[in-house]
């Protein structure tokens, strides 16, 4: 399946800005079921210097500096993708065949091991993921009993996730704590996921924030709209000794061809798609549209899958100057 | 009564005495020397250490404030800690042994990470501890990522020898507190310990010195100490180190990335910076990859790093090294890395992610010290003797729950010292902070550093806080080269004279300075005048009409930009009934942009950047207006007489300062800067107010009436009668503050000054600049107009539309002059 995927983010200033340093992600990551074909970005105005860079998780980084005074900063990522899904599939059947029970996983986790290592970095809180409350720990609990095995344990969380959690935008934005969302059973597509890898770390499992696109379709009969889709976020669970397994809460889905991947992190703020430091008074606010098209025809009837729009995430610090 | 007779020994070990309470072999000179000076004499020289110290707070302009919090953190006893010659040398070793370890292991944590993949240190440890920084994960490999500078903090245990406390590595601090003590020392020392013989400081700071110029790019790149500015209350110590070592300080705000490389912003265009040595902590250097709230540091610089163009002292991720986590694994790190076992000992320490250990930390809870690794600063302490059963069982089930983030330590008590404490002297623990640095594969020790010592009398810990008090270093023994100390100022700078030098950001605190109190005096003389006028204050002038007040009123609003205010529709009714109440929310609401508060507030904060180029005597005017300003604004009620009375107040203190400011600093140093934004503010307020009064054709009466608020808020008065004689003219007024060339405070006058002053700038040139080029013009259009024709006027119409005409472009080429100014000067537009 080939997608073609198109992200613009804006910035738009309440005053003139004459010097700005941005850090932008928006190529999405290479992967054995997930090749990237073509990618372009546009950046308006034009950059006075860039520089590309890979993050400690394998994300592609753009540092650019803007020194040309503008009101706006416009960055447009339009990627053609291409995903495989028989491989995912395959994926998640091993995933599935060789997944070990919760008490092994932690057991294992306790122990050097050189495979695991990696995954370890995934363990511990995080600057949007702080360590999460008893009740929190409590209510990962109940899906991972001692016995029960790991795969089928997080499937029935996000399950849990999917039920117990209303979908609602404007409810919160990227910084209401985990604890907040988690109270108010309410949020967005990366408020589920924050509250996945918070509970899932706070039993001991390495958890990973995922970022990126997802397929919607417009309602029967209509035509799709363009611009009318979000960014997506979702996680992924660590099973030791077999690998990261993928799953959606806000579709209650386990991804396999309908997601596609721009990057990873520890939370939203490791690959956030745009952020940036100006020297100017007055505010900002930022807006985004994403637009993510399959090139081939359907052949059969997809996942019903919700509008699930997530929210606009501002990453901006104004230094204010008098 | 001898001097040591009341000493009680408390500790296992005292740093003098044996437990005999004989005097141990290298402190014989000093307890001799006290013995046969007495306590007064101790008390003459603490007297002079005092002042001493409180000079160089002086010469630093860090000075008591008005409410007597000290700026100063540390005091000094006059009796050092003495250690021998043969004792450093080990302690020496053990500390580049160390050092040279710890920069190995930073570098392969960010690069390699064999220390994780081989066992040797648990990737928990790492991974789970806030100073490991992803975004430099592979720097460790670069040229210039390397630990150049360390702070170790010691302290003698039970067995005698010096313990390893504490590493410092990210943003060691102290240095200039222990250079500061040293020197204070010498001039004491000479009458006290006479026949003493200690090694010196001077080579260890030489060879700092060299480090920098080592680092030198070329003629015009320069090494800077980051500092997180004025607020902070070891701002002295950043202060007095960088003008030690002859570098420049600097803040946040003072730097800029461009081309991969960091420069500093001064008044005459951008420096290339080649050196950094910081105290800003890792996660606040940089904005745009670390700390996104973060205002301390510079965006971009971790970029920098990563084009490996800066050598940052120390690099960020350094902060990782202060884990006590590491300490269980520094072992086997130094067997891995230098085939040698550890020369100095450290606290034991057990890391509970290891079964044997959690074991052994859970059956000895009562023995040990829990401490949380995750953190740098405020690192969570349990001491477990104390604490009740519940919570020790609450701690047991946390270390059980997530045993990997929690080691256990021994609990240790550190040996004493003698201290001199008003009139004796009695044991107190002590640490000592000694100082290493990188010279090629090695590190040099300082012979000497800095000794804190516990607040409280019986205090086992020496609590880092401030307020504590200091001893100096002696390491005893002859000095190889012959030193002379006086020469260790010698090839400190002056402070830069030259324009082109002033710092960006000093140079548009001056222009707001300037801008501000011109703000804050115009506004605060037209607020008074209008009260006055309220109040009948000019008996003998007669009531104003009401006419003439809403017009002055409504000039408020315009020249404070507070709109509604005075032409708001809604309250129009009881603003008619009571205006002191929109003016009083003028005069005193902070929270509202435009009122005398605000401005005043925003003064403020121009005032503290430039703390170290203004007279002591106008931060002290200024500590004593901002008090006075802070009581004033405070009372919810005033009479209009009252108002008046403390507005007249705060005038004063105002001028009083202006005064200070102008005649404190000279033109080079940046009063040129203030006179500019001084002369635009004028001017622009000015235009502001002749545009609500001078514009609109009014009956004589009220006309006398409004021409006389003009020319008493802006103090022109006398001058104009001096001139003018007869009664008020709209046409004589107009003549005397805006055409008149001989009145310094006519716009003509200001526009000449301006130019003036524009041209001795560093970037002028021979032809107009961008930000000269409008006062030109201004210049021009003022020598163009005619008042006669510009007082023409259609019958049916009030306004002076040609008159009203010219002010606006005048205000907007007002505007465009301070645009352009800023753009070529504080955002190096061009550059």
Not at chain 2, 310 to 320: D, E, F, K, Y
């Amino acid at each position: 399946m080939i997608y073609n995927i198109y992200h613009k983010t804006v910035f738009h200033y309440q005053s003139m800005v004459t010097f700005s340093h941005n850090i932008t992600r928006l190529k999405p990551k290479e992967l054995p079921h997930q090749k990237l074909l073509n990618f372009s970005m546009e950046i308006e105005p034009s950059v006075y210097e860039s520089h590309a860079f890979i993050d400690m998780y394998g994300n592609s980084n753009k540092h650019l500096l803007i020194r040309e005074p503008h009101q706006s900063l416009a960055v447009t990522g339009k990627s053609r993708v291409e995903v495989f899904p028989q491989i995912i599939v395959e994926n998640i059947r091993k995933l599935k065949e060789n997944s070990i029970t919760y008490s092994e996983a932690i057991e294992r986790l306790s122990k050097f091991n050189l495979e695991d290592l990696d995954a370890k970095q995934f363990l511990f809180e995080s600057e949007l993921i702080p360590t999460s409350s008893k009740a929190i720990q409590q209510y990962a609990l109940e899906s991972f009993h001692n016995e029960r095995d790991m795969f089928e344990a997080t499937n029935e969380f996000m399950g849990r996730i999917f039920y117990d959690f209303e979908f609602l935008s404007g409810f919160s934005d990227v910084t209401t704590p985990v604890e907040k969302i988690f109270k108010a059973k309410k949020g967005v597509c990366q408020d589920f996921a924050q509250f996945a890898i918070s509970a899932l770390r706070s039993i001991g499992l390495p958890a990973k924030y995922m970022s990126g696109y997802i397929e919607t379709l417009p309602p029967e009969g209509q035509e799709k709209f363009f611009g009318v889709d979000a960014s997506h976020a979702w996680f992924a669970v660590y099973i030791p000794n077999v690998g990261w397994a993928e799953f959606d809460p806000t579709n209650n889905i386990i991804p396999n061809g309908q997601h596609i991947l721009l990057g990873e992190g520890r939370d939203y703020a490791d690959i956030a798609p745009l952020k940036g430091v100006v020297q100017s008074s007055g505010s900002s606010y930022l807006s985004v549209i994403v637009d993510v098209k399959r090139e081939e025809p359907l052949n059969k009837s997809p996942l019903e899958i919700q509008k699930n729009q997530s929210q606009s995430q501002s990453q901006m610090q104004i230094q204010t100057q008098w | 009564m001898p001097i040591f007779d009341s000493y009680v020994l408390k500790s296992s070990c005292d740093e003098m005495f044996d437990r005999e309470k004989k005097v141990k072999e290298p402190w014989k000179e000093v307890a001799q020397s006290l013995k046969s000076v007495g306590f007064e004499a101790l008390q003459e020289r603490q007297a002079e250490i005092d002042w001493l110290l409180e000079d160089n707070g002086v010469t630093y302009n860090v000075y008591n404030s008005i409410e007597g919090n000290t700026n100063r953190s540390w005091s000094l006893d006059p009796i050092p800690f003495v250690i021998s010659e043969l004792e450093w040398s080990e302690i020496t070793k053990g500390l580049q042994q160390r050092a040279k370890l710890l920069n190995l292991i930073l570098k392969d944590l960010y690069s390699e990470q064999k220390l994780i993949k081989e066992n040797i240190i648990p990737a928990e440890v790492i991974f789970s501890h806030k100073g490991f920084s992803p975004e430099v994960y592979d720097f460790g490999l670069k040229k210039n990522f390397n630990l150049y500078f360390y702070a170790t903090d010691l302290a003698r245990g039970p067995d005698g020898k010096m313990w390893v406390i504490n590493d410092r590595t990210q943003a060691p601090s102290g240095l200039g507190y222990a250079i500061e003590n040293r020197l204070a020392m010498n001039v004491i020392a000479k009458e006290l310990y006479p026949n003493i013989e200690t090694k010196k400081l001077f080579s260890f700071l030489e060879e700092f010195k060299n480090m920098f110029k080592k680092f030198k790019l070329n003629e015009d790149s320069v090494a800077a100490l980051l500092t997180p500015g004025p607020y902070n209350e070891t701002y002295f110590e950043h202060s007095y180190l960088s003008s030690f070592l002859n570098i420049e300080l600097v803040q946040g705000e003072d730097l800029l990335t461009k081309n991969g490389s960091l420069w500093l912003k001064n008044l005459g265009g951008l420096k290339r910076v080649d050196t950094l040595i910081r105290r800003v902590d890792d996660r606040y250097c940089d904005p745009l990859e670390l700390k996104n709230s973060s205002k301390l540091g510079v965006a971009g610089l971790v970029d920098v790093m990563r084009q490996d163009n800066l050598n940052m002292i120390n690099p960020v991720g350094s902060a990782i090294l202060e884990n006590i986590g590491l300490n269980p694994f520094m072992e086997k790190a130094s067997q891995y890395f230098l085939n040698e076992t550890l020369i100095l000992p450290q606290i034991a320490t057990w890391w509970c992610g290891q079964e044997k250990e959690l074991e052994f930390v859970l059956e000895n809870l009562d023995k040990l010290i829990i401490k949380r690794i995750d953190r740098t600063e405020s690192v969570q302490v349990y001491f477990c003797k104390k604490m009740s059963e519940t919570e020790k069982e609450d701690l047991k089930s946390l270390l059980l729950q997530s045993p990997n983030q929690y080691v256990a330590q021994e609990e240790i008590s550190f040996s004493t010292v003698p201290y001199y404490a008003d009139k004796t002297v009695e044991p107190r623990s002590a640490t000592i902070r000694t100082f290493s640095l990188k010279s090629d594969d090695c590190y040099s020790v300082m012979s000497g550093g800095l000794v804190r010592v516990s607040s409280i009398k019986d205090a086992l810990l020496v609590s880092s806080q401030k307020g504590g008090t200091s001893k100096d270093l002696w390491i005893l023994g002859k000095e190889e080269k012959e030193i002379n100390f006086v020469n260790m100022f010698e090839n400190a700078k002056y402070s830069d004279t030259l324009i082109n030098n002033l710092s960006t950001l000093k140079a548009e605190n001056l222009f707001w300075l300037g801008r501000y109190l011109s703000r804050l005096i115009t506004t605060t003389r037209f607020v008074l005048h209008i009260v006055k006028k309220m109040t009948n204050f000019y008996r003998y002038e007669g009531m104003i009409s009401k006419e003439s007040q809403e017009i002055l009123q409504k000039a408020l609003t315009h020249l404070t930009m507070t709109y509604p205010g005075f032409f708001s529709d809604e309250n129009r009714k009881k603003l008619e009934r009571n205006p002191m109440i929109e003016i009083a929310s003028v005069v005193k609401d902070g929270s509202r942009a435009g009122s005398l508060s605000f401005t005043f507030s925003m003064l403020s904060n121009t005032n503290i950047n430039l703390k170290d180029i203004l007279a002591i005597d106008s931060t002290k005017v200024y500590e004593k207006m901002k008090k006075e300003w802070s009581g004033f604004a405070k009372k919810t009620t005033h009479s209009n007489i009252s108002m008046a009375n403390e507005l007249e107040r705060m005038l004063i203190y105002m001028l009083a300062y202006k005064g200070l400011v102008k005649e404190s600093i000279y033109k080079e140093q940046g009063l040129i800067l203030y006179d500019i934004g001084y002369n635009i503010e004028s001017a622009l307020l000015f235009i502001s107010k002749a545009r609500s009064i001078l514009c609109w054709h009014v009956e004589k009466s009220v006309e006398y009436d409004i021409l006389e608020g003009l020319l008493n808020s802006v103090e022109s008065f006398n001058a104009y009668r001096a001139k003018y004689k007869s009664s008020l003219l709209l046409e004589n007024v107009i003549e005397f503050l805006i055409f008149n060339r001989q009145f310094p405070k006519s716009l003509a006058y200001r526009t000449e000054e301006l130019m003036r002053a524009l041209k001795l700038l560093p970037k002028s040139k021979d032809s107009l600049s961008s930000y000269e080029k409008p006062m030109a013009e201004a210049n021009l259009l003022l020598q163009s107009l005619n008042i006669k024709e510009m007082m023409k006027r259609n019958d049916n119409e009030a306004l002076y539309f040609e008159f009203d005409n010219a002010l606006t472009t005048l205000s907007e080429l007002y505007i465009a002059c301070s645009d352009e100014f800023s753009k070529t000067y504080f955002s190096h537009y061009d550059e």
